[in-house]
């Protein structure tokens, strides 16, 4: 039995039976967190195919829709996965195909939780993309679109909320009783970086971070640290007498740190979305003299499609972009020989495991000796220590 069985299906220290729900258009990361979890509790001794139990939330011509769990969920310990940047999903109104936005995911969100019916023994939502998280704070006369989503969900019920790189992490002050988890993939990321470029050199001498602005300080600050690089970052100079698009435009990035001559450099942030800024800052890295730029994106989105990337590829300006599977990928990403997919399914099964425990999970926030193992066993930890 591996160390995975034994530590995190233990089964008479269980909170409640479990049971797993995929919200439409999370069912493909639902099951490779089911697949993680059958193979765990097999290991334990126990006789389970899949934890997922069936639902969907059709809609009717007019466009009113509902929740359906079709099997007893009474005295489960029940998580609801939900992807409300899939925009692949569709449904029909009044003779139209209509693409599902985030509202809609989170009403299906809703509805799920209403077709429970207070029977479980307690709800947990898995919702890597924070919904409402890009309107995290008022300016002037305006929503609060995240705070209140998550106030609503803990009145319907929730008691824990998982999500992953939450464009400002300030928003768990909204519900400061309510179980929220704010996690980094910092692990997976370093992990996936390592296995797919075999020659990198990780020390102060080849290899550097890059922070793309103040606001993803933090995040490459702790890779820096974890890697025993040097960190530089860019500044956002913004003309604020105009407003487009509802923000003041981007007049330029500023540089600030040592030289990249020479130097493999790594870029994260949060969220590709048009990816303007990601390709304006490898273009101004490259004409630092920087060797090759990866950059890596919880959320790889991708609004403006992946035509400005393969471009960008072709004439050497990016080397790599490394995104997670944590929200929908469009298709044609897989074709494309620069994206990387880093796999967190396993990340959130160690999560609801230790949750289903009701055990600490503070190890697995802080991946640090982890990061350590990998380092070493790509050869690359005395470099990072020194």
């Known amino acids: 039995m591996t160390a995975d069985a034994k530590e995190f299906f233990k089964y008479e220290e269980r909170v409640a039976d479990l049971g797993l729900i995929a919200a439409p258009g999370a069912e493909d990361l639902a099951k490779k967190i089911d ?3 059958v193979i765990w509790a097999k290991e334990a001794g126990w006789k389970v195919d899949s934890f997922i139990i069936e639902s969907e939330c059709p809609r009717f011509s007019s466009g009113d829709g509902k929740g359906l769990i079709k099997s007893s969920i009474r005295g489960d310990d029940l998580y609801i996965v939900a992807d409300v940047g899939n925009y692949s999903c569709t449904y029909n109104l009044f003779g139209h195909e209509n693409f599902m936005s985030p ?19 307690r709800i947990s939502l898995i919702m890597p993309l924070l919904y409402g998280s890009r309107q995290h704070r008022r300016n002037y006369r305006e929503s609060l679109d995240c705070a209140f ?3 609503e969900l803990q009145t319907m019920g929730v008691s824990n909320i998982i999500t992953f790189d939450a464009h400002d992490p300030r928003m768990q002050n909204a519900v400061p009783l309510m179980g929220l988890d704010n996690v980094m993939p910092q692990y997976q990321v370093i992990k996936a970086l390592l296995n797919t470029v075999d020659d990198l050199v990780i ?5 550097m971070i890059i922070s793309p602005d103040e606001g993803a300080l933090n995040r490459n600050m702790y890779y820096a640290s974890v890697l025993g690089v040097n960190l530089g970052m860019f500044y956002k100079r913004r003309d604020y007498s105009r407003v487009i698009n509802g923000r003041n435009p981007i007049v330029a990035h500023e540089y600030l740190g040592e030289s990249v001559e020479g ?3 790594f870029v994260a942030d949060d969220i590709i979305s048009s990816g303007e800024s990601m390709l304006d800052i490898a273009r101004a890295l490259k004409k630092k003299g920087a060797r090759r730029i990866f950059g890596n994106v919880t959320y790889a989105i991708f609004t403006n499609g992946v035509e400005a990337f393969d471009k960008a590829y072709e004439e050497g300006l990016l080397a790599g972009v490394f995104g ?5 990928r469009r298709p044609e990403l897989y074709e494309r020989p620069w994206f990387h997919e880093v ?7 160690y999560f609801i495991s230790a949750l289903n425990h009701d055990m600490s999970i503070s190890a697995i926030i802080d991946p640090h000796e982890r990061i350590k193992a990998v380092l070493k066993a790509h050869g690359q930890l005395a470099a990072a220590q020194a």
């Open 149 to 151: 989503a998550l106030q």
């Open 343 to 349: 796999d967190c399914s396993k990340y959130i099964a």
């Open 35 to 37: 697949e993680h979890l």
């Open 324 to 328: 997670t599977n944590l929200t929908y």
């Open 263 to 265: 130097k493999d450099i």
């Open 203 to 207: 020390d102060r001498d080849h290899f």
């Open 103 to 121: 509202d809609d995911h989170f009403q299906n969100i809703k509805r799920l939780i209403q077709a429970a019916s207070g029977k479980a023994h």
